[in-house]
């Protein structure tokens, strides 16, 4: 079973940026879709970013212009580069990895969370 590890949340102020890391524990990523998503309470959980194994990316409409998703395949991690935060992005983070190839399906793996605050 494949362990997703993320990280790099924290506390920023309106404007301010982050950039979250998600390490996958096997060698996975060129083969997989990764996606980032969030939830905040009370709202249902959300894809904000992905990255299919050929390298195309999507993200949604209200983080297009801000976030990045990019990775790095050598070292089996994919980043959430956010920028231009507002405290709408308050949420926890969520790494997802689905694959064909590799048979994980029924809504993939997922990490355990990073928080993302952000106040004034």
């Known amino acids: 079973q494949v362990q997703l590890v993320e990280s790099g949340g924290g506390l920023v102020q309106p404007g301010g940026s982050l950039r979250l890391s998600c390490v996958a524990s096997?060698?996975?990523?060129?083969?997989?879709?990764m996606g980032w998503y969030r939830q905040a309470p009370g709202k249902p959980r959300e894809l904000v970013a992905a990255?299919?194994?050929?390298?195309?990316?999507n993200y949604a409409d209200s983080v297009k212009g801000r976030f990045t998703i990019s990775r790095d395949i050598a070292k089996n991690t994919v980043y959430l580069q956010m920028n231009t935060l507002k405290p709408e992005d308050t949420a926890v983070y969520y790494c997802?990895?689905?694959?064909?190839?590799?048979?994980?399906?029924?809504?993939?793996?997922w990490g355990q969370g990073t928080q993302v605050t952000v106040s004034s």
């Open positions: 997802n990895v689905r694959s064909t190839y590799y048979n994980i399906g029924s809504g993939g793996y």
């Open positions: 990255v299919s194994g050929g390298g195309t990316t």
């Open positions: 096997a060698s996975i990523l060129s083969r997989s879709v």
